[in-house]
């Protein structure tokens, strides 16, 4: 009986690990699929633990009291913005005259910072939208992975070109060399 017990919780654990993964394809799924692989996890760590050959369990309590005390530890002292590179250059952004930003969406949506509702609540983002003025290359105005509208792009500070990114910023680079050339050339005159 307790090898179809174990083989059941190993079963149940290896449909929820894929049910997840599938769930995890979209931001409106993906807590759900976050979900699902922990109680998958739940299964397989029980049926584990229901082995017969497991005699004693205490080196098995003393693994899960001294990881679960890390884990907390480390969730407690060392929180996501202690990612010192990343925050640092997020908040230069509030000292720039001009932001580029190409391609992106998702990782400089503002609504990640105070609108609880979205899926991107709490995602660490890029702040391009504290620079005083943002050029923004997209293909289209489409939202990100997460489906979520980017206010940036509808922002008064915000310029957006529309098409080929590298198509694009090729040309604004060639745009600006003609023009310090022929700046370089009206001032040696």
């Known amino acids: 009986m307790s090898d179809i017990l174990l083989a059941a919780a190993y079963l149940v654990a290896a449909i929820l690990f894929v049910l997840g993964l599938k769930a995890l394809n979209s931001p409106q799924t993906a807590r759900r699929g976050i979900l699902l692989a922990e109680i998958g996890m739940l299964f397989a760590v029980v049926g584990t633990l229901l082995r017969s050959e497991i005699i004693q369990y205490q080196w098995i309590l003393v693994g899960l009291a001294v990881g679960s005390t890390i884990g907390a530890l480390m969730a407690i002292f060392m929180p996501m913005t202690a990612m010192p590179q990343r925050i640092a250059i997020s ?83 060639q745009l600006l060399k003609k023009t310090a050339v022929a700046q370089v050339t009206a001032t040696s005159q």
């Open 91 to 173: 908040h230069s952004f509030g000292a720039l005259a001009a932001t580029l930003v190409i391609g992106a969406n998702d990782v400089v949506n503002p609504a990640a910072r105070y609108k609880k509702a979205s899926p991107l609540y709490g995602m660490p983002i890029l702040n391009a939208d504290q620079a005083h003025t943002v050029m923004i290359l997209k293909r289209s105005l489409a939202p990100g992975f997460a489906g979520e509208d980017n206010e940036l792009f509808y922002d008064q500070k915000t310029m957006m070109i529309l098409g080929d990114a590298k198509a694009t910023l090729m040309s604004l680079i």
